[in-house]
Nanobody, 116 residues
C-alpha cells in the first residue's frame, strides 16, 4: 500500500523554482510528523525540512530559499523551492512518522535537476 506519493520534480535552470507535493494517506497526515529529505549522487541522504509537533526546521543550505507547508484539506505536504542552485540537484523524498528521530515511512523519491 503506497502511503506517500511525491510529484512536482523536474529539470530547471539555476535561479528558477519548483514546488514538490507529497500526498499522504489520511491516517499518516493526521497523526505523523512529516519531512522532506534528499540524496545527491555519491552523498548520504540528508534532511531538507520537516514539520514535527508544529515546529519547522530547515537545513542551513536551504534556509531562506525553501518553504515547507501542509494543506490539511488535501492531505498534502509541499516544498516550495526558490532560487534553486546546481547543488540542490538530488532525489527528493517525502517521509513521515518519526521514531527515534528517524522517519519510518518513505515515498518513492522524485528527481530534481538544476543546471547552470
Amino acid at each position: 500500500q503506497v502511503q506517500l506519493v511525491e510529484s512536482g520534480g523536474g529539470s530547471v535552470q539555476a535561479g528558477e523554482s519548483l514546488k514538490l507535493s507529497c500526498v499522504a494517506s489520511e491516517h499518516i497526515f493526521s497523526t505523523c510528523g512529516m519531512g522532506w529529505y534528499r540524496q545527491a549522487p555519491g552523498k548520504e541522504r540528508e534532511l531538507v525540512s520537516s514539520i514535527r509537533f508544529g515546529a519547522i526546521i530547515y537545513a542551513d543550505s536551504v534556509k531562506g530559499r525553501f518553504t515547507i507547508s501542509r494543506d490539511n484539506a488535501k492531505n498534502t505536504l509541499y516544498l516550495q523551492m526558490n532560487s534553486l542552485k546546481t547543488e540542490d540537484t538530488a532525489v527528493y523524498y517525502c517521509a513521515a512518522c518519526y521514531s527515534d528521530d528517524a522517519p519510518r515511512v518513505w515515498g518513492q523519491g522524485i528527481q530534481v535537476t538544476v543546471s547552470s
